[in-house]
């Protein structure tokens, strides 16, 4: 089977890193790929949101399966574009059509999509410029902290959570009158703010079974003890600790299952995955946000847990007989810690030369953010690499995730040493 993979970044590193282990996989491409892919899949020089000149490579190398990483193109309806071109209509696509993938491109679709099929989750209200009056009143009647989120695609930043109430009000009016976010923000949700500890549940559905991936706690702020800006993700463990037998079937129970009978009462078609961020606020599952895809950092320790061979997994989702699969999942625990540009997440530059990366052994080094230039591999964003190794426990994963990355270095490098602190 020739296969593709939509997207540049860690997480489709690590997708063409598995698939190509597969006795399936005929020939791999990624587009556009980075550094990394370039070893184990053949880089096509085309960004996600270019249907056109995707078409073109798809029916140019024989596609038969197109995984779509980012959420971008999956908003902006790359699976309807498949379906409706009679030429494209015969590939399969891991991602949910448009009107599905909205899940993620709105957040006040999605607490409407919860409140509608009774799935746990924060209270709410939406407002726009035009409504920034009754906005203001709502953040007034609000107990502090005050989360306010833009409803659009923000890259992961587009979150706020404030203490006092002068800034909320300031910060609100910047989203709503200043575009903030662009035009991500021309809708604001201001909700309830939750108190507990964060994880990320992950599903992949054919759109009527399910299997719920291996679960995974990341870190999102740039600083030590969670302290600083929001990122779009500097680590992250699986499995999560603090998640027993019991919490599991909650999860499960309480938020899987009326999600999935959700998609299929909405009539919204969804091939692919589903990544709940969730809260756990005292003994309670509360989901937090969907999206539309696999995280990143999440799936770099995700995804190595997976023993099945991953693209005949795809291929059930593709025929709708996952329900066929049982899923073999690592007992090990795996840790990722993130390097990333001086700067960022605010301004950062590029084309540093990375050192240190042939390394040997059982430790895995995804790229996110690097290109290669002549036999140099240099930097090209912000989340460069992640580093993910295996241990008996999460302490033991970090750690030798530590040591490799010691050996790593280029001018401004940075992450965080603290990964897995709060478990």
């Excluded at 993979?5 to 190509?20: A, D, F, S, Y």
């Excluded at 999600?259 to 937090?288: A, M, Q």
Aim: proline share 4%; aromatic share 8%; hydrophobic share 40%.
């Amino acid at each position: 089977m020739n296969v593709l993979v939509l997207g540049g970044g860690g997480r489709e590193h690590t997708l063409c890193w598995k698939i190509k282990q597969s006795k399936d996989c005929e020939n791999l491409y990624a587009a556009p790929g980075n550094a990394g892919t370039s070893i184990c899949a053949k880089n096509l020089s085309i960004e996600v949101n270019d249907f056109k000149e995707i078409k073109k490579a798809v029916i140019k190398h024989r596609i038969q399966m197109v995984i779509v990483g980012p959420e971008d193109p999956l908003v902006n309806g790359i699976h309807d574009f498949f379906i409706n071109d009679p030429e494209l209509s015969s590939v399969g696509v891991i991602g949910p059509q448009k009107e599905a993938a909205t899940l993620e491109g709105s957040k006040a679709y999605a607490k409407a999509f919860m409140m509608r099929h009774n799935i746990p989750t924060a209270s709410y209200a939406e407002f726009t410029s035009e409504t920034l009056a009754e906005g203001l009143a709502f953040l007034e009647q609000s107990n502090s902290p005050y989360v306010l989120k833009a409803d659009g695609l923000a890259a992961g930043k587009g979150v706020l959570i404030i203490e006092d109430l002068i800034t909320a009000k300031k910060e609100l009016r910047e989203m709503l009158l200043e575009n903030k976010f662009g035009v991500a923000s021309s809708k604001v949700v201001i909700e309830e703010f939750l108190a507990g500890i964060e994880l990320s549940c992950f599903v992949l559905t054919d759109g009527t079974s399910h299997l719920t991936l291996p679960m995974a706690k990341d870190y999102k702020r740039i600083g030590e003890g969670d302290r600083g800006l929001n990122t779009g993700g500097m680590g992250a463990i699986s499995p999560v600790p603090f998640v027993t037998e019991e919490f599991k079937e909650k999860i499960e129970k309480q938020i899987i299952k009326p999600t999935i009978e959700g998609l299929k009462k909405d009539k919204l078609h969804y091939k692919g995955f589903i990544f709940i961020g969730l809260i756990k606020v005292g003994s309670e599952p509360k989901v937090i946000e969907y999206n539309v895809r696999l995280g990143d950092p999440e799936t770099e320790v995700v995804i190595p847990r997976i023993k099945n061979d991953f693209l005949t997994i795809l291929q059930a989702v593709n025929e709708e007989r996952l329900n066929e699969v049982n899923l073999e999942i690592d007992s090990s625990f795996a840790a990722t810690v993130v390097a990333v540009s001086g700067g960022y997440p605010e301004a950062y530059e590029k084309g540093k030369i990375i050192k240190g990366l042939d390394q040997q052994g059982k430790n895995m080094i995804f790229h996110a953010g690097t290109k290669q230039e002549g036999d140099q591999i240099k930097t090209s964003g912000g989340r460069v690499m992640a580093i993910t190794s295996f241990g008996k426990d999460h302490q033991n994963a970090v750690k030798k995730a530590y040591e490799v990355l010691s050996k790593i270095n280029f001018e401004g490098i940075n992450y965080r040493k603290d990964i897995g602190f709060d478990l």
